[in-house]
């Protein structure tokens, strides 16, 4: 599979109460969207951030730590990636759902395939 998402690393620095992990993504593309599916397990949606700005797509999240075993040190989730121009920034949603965050990244409408009507001359 194919796609014109390009995973890129981060820079951020980590802090010794917190690890930092990048989660696993799948990619998806169909002609209208890209669609991230980002593992965010034992993550509230209150705790997740994402954003697209400058032509990345940012998805940081924090672990709930209620009911985690004693000694335990909570996890901050950090993935960065590059966004294609053809993603329309205006066209971008979120879900999280059972411990999967879905990021739908809507193409433009100048980028999408469209059909052609032809007439009979």
């Given at each position: 599979m194919s796609t014109?998402?390009?995973?890129t690393q981060s820079n951020v620095p980590?802090?010794?109460q917190h690890r930092v992990v990048a989660p696993r993504v799948d990619v998806f593309e169909n002609d209208s969207e890209f669609l991230v599916a980002a593992d965010l397990p034992g993550v509230r949606a209150d705790a997740v951030q994402a954003r697209v700005d400058s032509g990345s797509?940012?998805?940081e999240a924090m672990q709930a730590m209620e009911g985690a075993p004693e000694?335990?040190?909570p996890v901050r989730f950090l993935r960065t990636f590059q966004v294609p121009s053809t993603v329309d920034p205006n066209g971008v949603a979120a879900e999280l759902?059972?411990?999967v965050l879905w990021v739908h990244l809507t193409k433009s409408d100048a980028n999408?395939?469209?059909r052609i009507a032809v007439s009979a001359g």
């Amino acid at each position: 599979m194919s796609t014109q998402l390009e995973k890129t690393q981060s820079n951020v620095p980590v802090n010794s109460q917190h690890r930092v992990v990048a989660p696993r993504v799948d990619v998806f593309e169909n002609d209208s969207e890209f669609l991230v599916a980002a593992d965010l397990p034992g993550v509230r949606a209150d705790a997740v951030q994402a954003r697209v700005d400058s032509g990345s797509l940012r998805v940081e999240a924090m672990q709930a730590m209620e009911g985690a075993p004693e000694g335990s040190e909570p996890v901050r989730f950090l993935r960065t990636f590059q966004v294609p121009s053809t993603v329309d920034p205006n066209g971008v949603a979120a879900e999280l759902k059972n411990g999967v965050l879905w990021v739908h990244l809507t193409k433009s409408d100048a980028n999408k395939p469209r059909r052609i009507a032809v007439s009979a001359g």
